[in-house]
């Protein structure tokens, strides 16, 4: 009957959950292989409910839980998820039942049958096998204290080895689950007649409890010898066991279905820590799989390499570029740019004005919210007049912090370029770094701007280690160059916030390659942390505003920009941010006259007017579908005429 | 400009905006932008439903968006999904990546493609840090 189930049995619970299927065999795996290096005596203790330190782990529990949930509606399947869930908490008991010669026996019947296995009629084989236990339980604490657990220990490491190899999805998991379906199917066990008689429920209970409470009497010491006897009377109970038993079983399995439902639910309450090593196992498992993964990226990223090199031949017997105003780039992706183009006529340069300092004045000025066209100009004259400040560099990096502030990029990157190169001179290396890897975002040279932050992290924390993965991706691929850095930008950030301190120029810096990779939601995060330590840097309320703004969120951007521009009432770039956010929201005429009040900010001042700001303001008339008006957007003309056009700026 | 848009292309949208902001460009703009790519790019991509749809960049003569093959050989043309193409335009997709990745096929010089990823970011107005 119970080989017919066998065959033609309902077909329940583990084949048709895949999910579940490799949970399982993840947990299981990691509980038997514990098993095998731990070694049989000490480990086994801590699945013992009785022991103090650890009886089934909790993830086990989960993960057991999960399984159960899935199947709950299926009849018997509570039944299975005990019979294999209870050998941590029960280990004595499987053992003993494991132990049979007709296990074996049984074990090679189910191989021959491929598939069968998992329809093997759990809802009886569970219950019966609890009666097992019941009966088993009794004769093996009166026959000895300690013998079950070490048989089990060595018996249970053999056949997870066996298990093990077959390499079937769930077999190492739900082997102990079928096992005992076999064994009871194969011979046949009905309870009945077993000494115990009708009062299996209590008795399980009862067995339960004393063969736990002789476990946690044993002691560490192997028992070897003793070993070899108790499988050998084991096999004597079970083969009477059997003997005795031949029908019934089937009634009884749903009864026992209750049972096993109350004992599992008290399973599943007890709150167990799950064993520390299998945490740590896992994760060195993870980490190894992880890396292999890894492993891989890094040969897509050398065929891009190798791609680029193929290309690079390529290109120079392969002329489809005629420009010469093509931009050259180093390998590691820095544009070459000329040198810095100073303004014509500038009034500065005036030597009736030469009396003072033009640094400290356009300092002062920078200081006084004053026009920054204006300051750039000042600095400018500084430069030509040899006026470097400090290390010879701080007057070309603030003329290039000026500039793009300004909202003149490729100014502000030539001469940040130049204040690197000399801050790198005079030994301050890093000066300028982050502005101009800044820079570089903007204009969406992403390689150079990896570089430069890189470069920046050196020069900035020397004594952080920086990968030499690192290092050569900058001369590879965009993509997984900003992979890299990112990497040990968030390495570096992390070290930090558990020394509890927070740079907010790492956070800047994080922010920068969140917000080129279109990131913008972490760009925004990194924004707001350096924020909360500089709550008066304009520069940052703007990039924060710059982020939402990209990150389709334009009417928080404004919040933002309104920060900025009310710490600094001059600020071009966030003017024309604004202007962006307005056209991008609809609201066309708004975003023309925040170009317009920003390009005559920068005409009274009588610098140079940004070419940004004129070419963006084309596009607004364009979406205004103003065609004459865009016409009329050009550098030569005058501002004011488009009061006229009813713009109030 | 309107004519490129087709239905059931969102990639089109993205054509149609970056045709308005080459129209936008003044000369000596549109020499720059056609200096700094030089080449042509055609486009086919295919939809959700199977449909493919063709458009051309021109970025070597006549510095232009226009439904169809491209008049004149492309230095490249690319093959990807609506959704690829979608991706690429918002910069959340490097281009290479994809191209590693299979998600965009091409015919003809490669790493021109490469350039591609710049050309569709001009077709929105952002912000800047």
């Known amino acids: ?649 | 400009m309107s004519d490129i848009k087709e239905p059931g292309f969102k990639s089109s949208e993205t054509l149609a905006a970056l045709a308005a902001v080459f129209a936008g460009y003044n000369d000596e703009e549109k020499k720059a932008q056609i200096k700094k790519t030089n080449g042509i790019f055609e486009l086919r991509v295919k939809n959700a439903e199977g449909k493919e749809g063709v458009w051309t960049i021109d970025l070597k003569s006549t510095g232009s968006v226009y439904k169809g093959a491209a008049k004149s050989k492309p230095n490249v043309t690319l093959i990807m999904s609506d959704e690829t193409f979608q991706q690429l335009a918002e910069g959340k997709l490097d281009g290479q990546k994809a191209f590693m990745t299979g998600k965009l096929k091409t015919k003809g010089n490669m790493m021109f493609a490469t350039k591609l990823d710049g050309v569709l970011k001009a077709a929105k107005t952002k912000a800047k840090l």
């Open chain 1, 1 to 649: 009957m119970s080989l017919q189930g066998l065959i033609s049995g309902s077909e329940c619970a583990v084949p048709f959950n895949p999910l579940s299927q490799v949970l399982k065999h993840t947990e299981g795996d990691r509980s038997l292989q514990q098993d095998r290096v731990a070694g049989p005596s000490s480990s086994r203790l801590q699945h013992l409910p009785s022991t103090a330190s650890a009886p089934g782990a909790e993830r086990d529990l989960a993960l057991a839980r999960q399984f159960f949930d899935g199947n709950a509606p299926q009849a018997g399947a509570s039944a299975f998820a005990l019979a294999t869930q209870l050998p941590h908490a029960a280990r004595p008991m499987d053992v003993a039942m494991r132990s049979g010669p007709d296990l074996g026996k049984a074990w090679s019947d189910i191989q021959g049958r491929p598939g069968l296995q998992s329809q093997t009629p759990r809802s009886q084989a569970g219950p019966q096998m609890s009666s097992h236990w019941a009966t088993e339980f009794s004769s093996n604490s009166a026959m000895s204290l300690h013998g079950p657990a070490q048989s089990g220990s060595v018996q249970h490491s053999e056949y997870n080895q066996s298990s093990y190899m077959q390499s079937s999805m769930y077999r190492p998991m739900t082997g102990s689950g079928y096992m005992y379906g076999s064994s009871f199917s194969s011979v046949g066990t009905p309870l009945q007649m077993s000494d115990k008689g009708k009062g299996k429920e209590i008795d399980f209970e009862a067995a339960f409890a004393e063969a736990t409470a002789s476990f946690s009497s044993q002691a560490d010491s192997g028992r070897i010898v003793e070993v070899e006897d108790d499988v050998g009377d084991l096999a004597d109970t079970l083969q009477d066991t059997n003997l005795a038993e031949q029908d019934g079983a089937q009634s009884e399995a749903e009864q026992y279905a209750t049972d096993f439902q109350h004992m599992w639910d008290q399973l599943q309450n007890s709150e167990v820590p799950p064993p520390q090593e299998d945490m740590t196992k896992w994760e060195a498992q993870f980490n190894q799989l992880m890396n292999s993964q890894r492993d891989n990226e890094e040969n897509f990223s050398e065929y891009g390499d190798f791609a680029r090199q193929v290309w690079n031949e390529d290109q120079s017997n392969y002329d489809f570029t005629t420009s010469e105003s093509r931009v050259e780039f180093t390998n590691e992706g820095l544009p070459i740019l000329g040198p810095y183009t100073f303004e014509k006529d500038n009034r500065h340069l005036d030597p009736s004005t030469s009396g003072r300092s033009h640094l400290q004045a356009a300092k002062d000025l920078l200081e006084q919210n004053g026009s920054l066209s204006e300051v750039s100009l000042l600095l400018e004259a500084a430069i030509q007049k040899g006026e470097l400040g400090e290390g010879g560099y701080e007057s070309w990096i603030m003329l290039g912090e000026v500039k793009s502030m300004d909202e003149h990029e490729d100014a502000a990157m030539r001469a940040l370029t130049e204040g690197t190169r000399r801050a790198e001179e005079a030994g301050a290396a890093g000066q300028g770094m982050l502005s101009l890897a800044i820079s570089y975002t903007n204009e969406s040279f992403e390689r150079a701007s990896h570089t430069m932050l890189l470069q920046w992290l050196k020069a900035r924390f020397p004594d952080y280690h920086i990968s030499e993965e690192a290092w050569k991706s900058l001369s590879g691929a965009g993509w997984h160059s900003h992979e890299r850095v990112t990497e040990a930008f968030l390495g570096l950030a992390r070290v930090q916030y558990s020394g509890g301190e927070m740079d907010p120029d790492v956070q800047i810096a994080l922010g920068v390659l969140f917000y080129a990779s279109s990131d913008f939601d972490r760009a925004k995060d990194c924004f707001e942390a350096a924020l909360a330590v500089r709550p008066k840097d304009y520069l940052l309320w703007n990039r924060l505003g710059s982020s939402l703004s990209n990150g389709s969120k334009p009417e928080e951007a404004l919040g933002a920009y309104r920060e900025a521009l009310q710490l600094r009432p001059t600020y071009t770039r966030a003017i024309y941010n604004v202007g962006v956010a307005c056209l991008n929201i609809g609201a066309h005429k708004e975003a023309a006259e925040h170009m317009l009040g920003a390009l005559a900010m920068q005409e009274v001042s009588g610098g140079a007017k940004s070419d940004q700001l004129w070419y963006t303001l084309r596009r607004v008339f364009q979406s205004m579908g103003r065609q004459d008006l865009a016409d009329m957007a050009k550098a030569t003309t005058d501002v004011e005429a488009f009061r006229r056009e009813g713009f109030d700026f």
